[in-house]
């Protein structure tokens, strides 16, 4: 998998999925534009000021909540690379694979527009401000065939084709 | 090699359904047997499935519309007429109509798609509803639930499992909600995650189906996966004559595996409420002296019959407080009928309450209820994010129905022994 590099935005404890994409913008004419609502009623600078590889930075139980898929395509939309947080919740990892946004389990020191650079093969996050280096569990062997093969519907199809 | 120890629910579900022997930890591919979309999570399905340009697997979908619908604006509207669009196109019967439906949850339930031991699953958080019958069924995504139209089959991370010993019966309008909210605000909003919550104990056989699938909707609220009941004679005479097809029974075997054990004496639990903005954040109802400006009683935590019931007896003969709004809104079609027949649906009116048809309503802050700059609210649903009913300044606190009715009397927080 590539690098990623990007600056990192702060989020606390338990950020749910009503914050990051709230209910009222969930009808379908939103669906390719959800990135322009992504944090809108808690932090509404978020979507103005976001650019592409940007990083979100959280803390425990990021995603808890409703399990609206729209939620991670939201910060796909927006520009976001990758989410890490000490903990997701069940329902917005899962989604995140599936729609290619990159979820990262671990625990790191940055602030807010910190530049940060992944390495998902080594397990490291680099701060490069603070020249600190963090490290995280590699994927389950599913999990890690999984995000490689593009996600679930990606796998769907390659079944169907050999079962063909 | 062979492994020997017991199972818990989920381990022998997850096992049967995959054809595997699997524990906790192992991850498993396994065989659903329905699988549910609503009108929000449904759409983004539809776009996936249609890609993949292969035949539905239509016996086993069900859809239903609830979270903006009767339609609130054109663009629900329009997202409406995709969920009726795909289900006639693929022929799935399974679809329930406004007027024939309601939430999606207590459809499930009622429509007779759920019996212990089956595998479920569905495009919304709240489908751990169902292990309150012994099902394991969990919430997933859209483009999840399109591979499972497809397929029939989704991955699966068997959960290791916390077991919830219960004992003893609740006082008076004491409920599961006062249960639930109990449990979460001891273990946390993450207290719970990737786990499930398995419920036994003599105090199960007390609690009503009613009860039982308050406290299983909330168990995603503390991050569980699901929140299993055992299932015993209470689940198979509610089962029977509502279920849809054969089932087969399961329950743990004594050696089963558990990661942590919990034990509640349900004569010992009062009056709950969550403040804002976190269903952990709990306190017991009677430390809570708060105004509120609206009282919401509905959704698939509470808007069964029992909680219009236990409403309707706190408020017959009595007045909404001027200064309160009261919404209800019965779960499904078949509970308005029933509060119909009953006469609840004259109690509230006479109280002066405000009564819908079923529907998501106020409980996601979509129509029918939504609040305004710092407006507050006591609910009888299962979340009080920021914003989550409404404006961002706006509060919701969560609580049983009995609590949700005392308070629209006296026009705050209050437990209903002061309102009688
Ligand atoms: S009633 Fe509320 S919690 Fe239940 S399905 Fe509808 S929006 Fe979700």
Redesign the interface.
């Known amino acids: 998998m590539d690098n990623v590099r990007g600056r990192a935005w702060r989020f606390g404890d338990h950020i749910d999925t009503d914050q990051i994409i709230p209910a009222e913008r969930l009808t379908s004419d939103n669906m390719d534009k959800l990135g322009l609502f992504v944090f809108g009623k808690v932090n509404p600078d978020f979507a103005k000021n976001v650019e592409a590889g940007d990083i979100v930075v959280a803390g425990r139980n990021f995603g808890c909540g409703s399990s609206r898929e729209q939620a991670p395509r939201a910060l796909k939309q927006a520009g976001v690379s990758c989410v890490i947080a000490e903990s997701f919740a069940r329902i917005f990892f899962r989604n995140s694979i599936n729609v290619g946004l990159l979820p990262i389990e671990c625990r790191i020191e940055a602030r807010d527009g910190d530049l940060l650079v992944i390495c998902p093969d080594e397990g490291t996050i680099t701060n490069e401000n603070t020249g600190k280096t963090f490290a995280f569990k590699q994927y389950p062997p599913f999990i890690k065939d999984l995000i490689e093969s593009g996600g679930l519907m990606a796998r769907v199809r390659e079944n169907r084709r050999c079962s063909r | 090699m062979t492994k020997c120890k017991g199972k818990t629910i989920s381990e022998k579900i997850l096992s049967a359904k995959s054809s595997t022997d699997a524990y906790a930890g192992d991850?498993v591919e396994a065989d659903i047997d329905y699988v549910m979309v609503n009108d929000?999570?449904g759409?983004?399905a539809f776009?996936?499935f249609e890609?993949?340009s292969?035949d539905a697997l239509r016996e086993r979908i069900v859809l239903i519309p609830d979270?903006?619908v009767p339609n609130k604006?054109v663009?629900?509207a329009?997202?409406a007429r995709?969920m009726r669009t795909f289900a006639r196109k693929h022929r799935i019967e399974n679809y329930y109509e406004v007027g024939r439906g309601g939430v999606c949850h207590q459809v499930m339930i009622e429509e007779g798609f759920v019996a212990p031991g089956r595998l479920i699953v569905?495009?919304?958080?709240h489908?751990c509803t169902y292990g309150a019958l012994c099902a394991f069924s969990t919430?997933?995504?859209?483009?999840?639930a399109?591979?499972c139209f497809?397929?029939g089959r989704l991955?699966f991370k068997v959960p290791e499992t916390m077991s919830v010993s219960l004992i003893g019966r609740f006082k008076g309008y004491v409920s599961g909600k006062d249960l639930i909210l109990r449990i979460i605000g001891e273990i946390g909003?993450?207290g719970g995650?990737?786990k499930t919550l398995e419920f036994s104990g003599g105090g199960v056989e007390s609690m009503t189906i009613s009860d039982r699938l308050t406290v299983s909707n909330m168990v995603v609220e503390a991050?569980a996966?699901a929140g299993i009941f055992l299932a015993d004679k209470v689940t198979e005479e509610f089962v029977k004559g509502i279920v849809k097809g054969t089932y087969s029974k399961v329950s743990p075997d004594k050696e089963a595996h558990y990661s942590s054990e919990l034990e509640y004496d349900l004569s010992s639990l009062e009056f709950m409420v969550a403040l804002p903005n976190?269903p952990g954040n709990v306190k017991p109802a009677k430390e809570v002296d708060v105004l509120i400006d609206q009282a919401f009683l509905g959704s698939c935590t509470n808007g069964r019959i029992e909680d219009l019931r236990t409403a309707a007896s706190i408020l017959r003969g009595k007045r909404i407080h001027s200064s309160v709004r009261m919404i209800v809104v019965p779960a499904s079609m078949k509970v308005y009928r029933q509060a119909l027949n009953e006469g609840l649906l004259g109690v509230f009116i006479e109280s002066g309450a405000y009564v819908s048809g079923p529907t998501c309503a106020a409980c996601?802050?979509?129509h029918m209820g939504v609040l305004g700059d710092g407006e507050r609210c006591v609910s009888s649903t299962n979340?009080n994010?920021?914003?989550?009913m409404g404006h961002?300044n706006s509060e919701v606190y969560l609580a049983g129905p009995a609590v949700v009715a005392a308070s629209a009397l006296k026009g705050r927080i209050a437990v209903p022994d002061e309102s009688i």
């Open positions: 991850v929000i999570t759409p983004i776009r996936e890609a993949l292969c979270h903006f604006d663009p629900s329009e997202q995709e569905g495009a919304d958080s489908t919430g997933i995504g859209s483009t999840e399109a591979a497809a397929e991955w909003v993450d995650n990737y991050g996966k976190s996601l802050g979509g979340r994010f920021v914003g989550r961002k």
